[in-house]
């Protein structure tokens, strides 16, 4: 509960930009890390391009020449907040520093956090040092003898020139050029420690502590440690001899408070070296008392990741951890804190950091926050080489020295998908059974480095599978009707031995069997484009519950990028709408990620049946939680209600049930029946799962179509009787649109963009008898429809490697695209004529794609094709004028005509009877004189 209260206080006060007069970043880049004596050299540094690559000729190192740009660092060149367009490979930087009086007797380090790629330093003309990589930190020491107090010329040049060893990731979708993260000087002691690493011992009762000096000891010294934040502040010391580089310390922590996703404390230690005639260093670190283990979920033998001993089912997001402004690098810290503070807010417990060494502040906030890490080393593009695989060493080696102690990082993922380890063998990419080998001892290398925490080889896909390994993970992208049966085959395929998803000579022994990547993105032919994802990713997510030999699940993505748009958050960050709430009152994302799970109804989430059909409905319980709060039962609540074909939401039924429980169950309940309507409709059962107290534990629901002929003759739910007249969407009598006019599935939807109008004509029926009628209303389901980038007449091709920023650019541009419902509206606006007689005029609020959008997504064909999926509108009933029903009584038809005229041209889109939300088409309620209610006696 201390960590909700905070999370909420914290989402309150999240910064939304970094004032531009201001030192962008100014907080410590490593709180794991971090001397009290430095100074940030962010902010604007004179900076000038060398495409020709003479500047050391001409002498720039010297600090002399005139620089043309002013760049903001520490924001890549060509990323919109450095302020400098991407025009070279090679980039220089220059400023004055001045090293503070106070350092005197001190030792000054220039650090960089990460500088991409090869970077080289001068002070004062004198060459500092150089470095080669582009994800982790480094540092060059100022000469001894350096004036203090007095202004320094510091030039860097950092050149990053492609080469196809280098490692990348996906920079395509924006490049990390030069200086990425935080630059600073900062004072050290005489030997200065590098590393100070925390390993909790197995029991929990005690941590090792491995330190780490930058030089041999040059005489006997002492390291000191104190924990600051436990009581009496105890403090532990070591001898470090002379000649020694390292030093190891066993410390008790009896009932040390332990770290968890719930309550995620951080034990901060300060650590100091001192010697006889040596100045002092001392460092301000933290660790948390966690273990990462793997451990069978309770009353099975299905092996999951465990923390701290207990099994965690693990609901992670890809995060691609890019900005829209920084690219790699986030404006402020408040807005790097808040991508963390996005995944607790929707229930999510870790981020998979994808092919990126994030840097150290994010992993902070997900130390501070509870959140899990999987950390990536980038790829590289080229072939597996030697150099490939030494930039590779060298990234693999920097993060895990520099993240050790984040103990929200869980695993290590040496590479992704086999990107850089596949060789061109006779024009087809093979992995070749030596660089498997490889690829397996570059996982024992981690587990040297590392063995602490989980290492992963590959994260497979594309039928390539693991070599040596702790997690036995895949990526599958598929619609969400494909889940089922694939996870059946999955979980059969799965068992010590089995070949399944590995390379051969390599089996599978008692890794976690998990999901790590999934989403409609590629699900679908050509991948989607911005979509309603909420239906395919509910399917999903219900099917991964229902198979328990599933550790976990990672879905794509986190927020999108430039061509995919997959995100829970758009690129912006701006909200994305799922519709759950209106389906089942309260219900949001964290309902499909709650601890206690009921996966409710088939695995289409829409079902058809006949009107007044019982229907057992499955159900299925996942209770990955280790809590005994709840007794040994839950209460189930249960309504089915919907809407018929004249619009009429109703509740047709409601039962309660109680549901047995116990920690980590996972199995399949007695199926609830329900009993369909007597009447044609869209259905929703809507669940709620509750403790003894009544509070709500979790939301779900599924739908039915319940199909047959609607009514000529019906009686309203005020008790009116009508009578009913309807076309289908598709039979329009006339139409004119100034953009483009189309279908879809053969009618189901008809859609006009820009302004125009549709007209439909509809039979009066046959035997009524005007004197009968008391009046009329029109009803449909309409929408504004905005002209998507597929459905402009010229032709759009992808352009470039998908995978390194190519393809669509434009989210609506995929021909499976229908962009998901967002804060940003389409509006438009209807005029409706009756007969020539004006009935009046509405608006349509926007053209939305969500989960409300039930029979969108139960009439798409299974081709791997999507069609305006999740697409609906809003019922419209119009009044019909009396002169326009006198007309439509003399014509024998009631003529309607739907106007969006050129003041608002936001198009307008009428949805048939088997599309959108509502199963109405094109109709007239006739509303009969005799069926009024009696007026209530006064």
Not at 397 to 403: L, V
Not at 746 to 769: H, T, V
């Amino acid at each position: 509960m201390r960590l909700l209260a905070a999370l909420a206080l914290l989402l309150g006060t999240a910064a939304s930009a970094q004032p531009s007069d201001s030192i962008p970043l100014p907080e410590h880049p490593r709180p794991d890390f971090e001397r009290a004596e430095w100074l940030n050299l962010n902010g604007r540094w004179r900076f000038a391009f060398d495409a020709r690559d003479e500047g050391e000729r001409l002498g720039w190192p010297s600090g002399t020449a005139t620089f043309a740009h002013r760049i903001l660092v520490p924001f890549s060149w060509g990323a919109p907040a450095s302020g400098v367009p991407d025009s070279a490979d090679i980039g220089w930087y220059a400023r004055e520093v001045t090293v503070p009086e106070a350092w005197r007797g001190r030792r000054v380090f220039l650090v960089f956090g990460a500088s991409d790629w090869r970077t080289s330093a001068w002070l004062d003309g004198v060459k500092l040092g150089e470095y080669q990589g582009g994800y982790t930190p480094f540092s060059l020491e100022l000469p001894r003898d350096v004036s203090l107090g007095t202004a320094h010329r510091l030039v860097v040049r950092v050149d990053d020139t492609p080469h196809d060893f280098k490692l990348e990731g996906k920079q395509g979708y924006g490049k990390a050029r030069g200086m990425w993260q935080t630059v600073y000087l900062e004072a050290r002691g005489g030997d200065p420690l590098e590393a100070v690493h925390f390993t909790p011992r197995t029991d929990l009762a005690g941590v090792r502590v491995d330190a780490r000096l930058r030089e041999p000891a040059p005489r006997d010294l002492t390291l000191r440690l104190t924990f600051t934040n436990r009581d009496g502040q105890p403090t532990v010391t070591a001898r470090i001899p002379r000649g020694a580089t390292t030093a190891r310390l066993d410390v008790p922590l009896p009932n040390a408070h332990r770290w968890s996703l719930d309550d995620p404390f951080l034990h901060e230690v300060t650590a100091s070296v001192t010697g006889e005639g040596i100045v002092e260093d001392r460092v301000r670190t933290y660790f948390g008392m966690r273990t990462i283990s793997v451990a069978n979920l309770p009353g099975t033998t299905y092996p999951y990741v465990a923390i701290n001993g207990k099994p965690v089912f693990l609901e992670l997001a890809l995060d691609q951890a890019y900005h829209p402004t920084g690219f790699y690098t986030f404006p402020t810290d408040s807005i790097l804190r808040d991508e963390i503070l996005r995944a607790r807010r929707i229930g999510l417990n870790g981020l998979r950091e994808h092919i990126k060494v994030e840097a150290p502040r994010k992993l902070y906030w997900a130390d501070k926050l509870g959140v899990l890490i999987m950390a990536d080393v980038p790829n590289w593009w080229g072939q597996p080489d030697s150099l490939g695989f030494r930039e590779h060493e060298v990234a693999l080696r920097g993060m895990i020295d520099r993240d050790y102690n984040h103990p929200a990082v869980f695993s290590w993922i040496t590479f992704n998908e086999t990107w850089g380890l596949l060789t061109k063998v006779d024009g087809r990419d093979r992995y070749l059974p030596e660089t498997q080998r490889k690829v397996a001892s570059v996982y024992r290398l981690a587990k040297s480095l590392d063995s602490t925490r989980l290492v992963e080889d590959n994260s497979v896909c594309c039928r390539r599978g693991h070599t040596e390994t702790d997690l036995n993970s895949w990526h599958e992208y598929q619609p969400g009707w494909e889940w089922e049966r694939l996870l059946d085959r999955f979980s059969d395929s799965t068992f010590a031995g089995s070949p399944w998803n590995f390379e051969r000579p390599w089996t599978q022994g008692r890794q976690p069997m998990l999901n790590s990547e999934f989403g409609n993105v590629w699900g679908y032919e050509g991948s989607t484009g911005d979509v309603d994802w909420s239906w395919d990713y509910h399917r999903a997510v219900d099917a991964f519950r229902r198979h328990p030999k599933l550790s976990g699940w990672l879905y794509t993505e986190h927020h999108d990028v430039i061509n995919e748009w997959n995100g829970y958050w758009r690129f912006d960050r701006s909200n994305k709408e799922t519709g759950f709430g209106d389906l089942v009152s309260g219900m949001t994302l964290n309902d499909l990620h709650a601890p206690l799970y009921l996966a409710v109804g088939a695995p289409d989430l829409s079902t058809a049946v006949r009107p007044g059909t019982r229907v057992d409905v499955p159900l299925y319980a996942s209770f990955l939680t280790s809590s005994t709060a709840y007794g040994d039962s839950l209460l189930l609540r249960a309504e089915l209600y919907g809407w018929n074909a004249l619009g009429e939401r109703k509740s047709y039924a409601t039962t309660t049930r109680r549901v047995p429980y116990r920690p980590y169950l996972s199995q399949a309940l007695a199926p609830l029946p329900v009993t369909m309507p007597n009447e044609p409709a869209v259905a929703v059962l809507a669940v709620r799962l509750e403790d003894a107290g009544g509070t709500v534990l979790q939301r779900n629901f599924t739908t039915f179509i319940v199909e047959g002929e609607p009514p000529a003759d019906a009686t309203l739910a005020t008790g009116e009787r009508v009578r009913v007249a309807r076309v289908p969407a598709a039979r329009v009598a006339d139409s004119r649109w100034s953009l483009k006019q189309w279908s879809i599935l053969d009618g189901l939807k008809m859609d006009g963009a820009g302004s125009g109008f549709f007209e439909y004509r509809i039979p009066w029926p046959d035997g009524l008898d005007a004197r009968q009628v008391a009046g009329a209303t029109f009803l449909v389901e309409a929408s504004a429809k905005r002209l998507n980038g597929k459905d402009r007449d010229s032709t759009m091709k992808q352009a470039g490697d998908y995978m390194r920023g190519g393809g669509f650019h434009d989210p609506s541009a995929n021909p499976n695209s229908y962009p998901m419902t967002g804060d940003t509206k389409f509006p438009s606006a209807v005029t409706v004529r009756v007969n020539g007689e004006l009935a009046g005029r509405w608006e349509l609020a926007d053209d939305p794609a969500d989960s409300r959008g039930i029979l969108s997504w139960h009439s798409q064909l299974r081709d791997r094709k999507l069609r305006e999926a999740g697409s609906y509108g809003q019922l419209v009933r119009v009044p019909i004028p009396a002169a326009a029903l006198a007309a439509a009584a003399r014509t024998g038809q009631v003529l309607v005509r739907l106007e969006v005229d050129d003041a608002l041209p936001g198009g307008l889109a009428i949805y048939g009877s088997r599309f959108g939300r509502y199963p109405v088409d094109p109709t007239v309620l006739f509303l009969l004189r005799d069926a009024r209610p009696a007026a209530t006696p006064r």
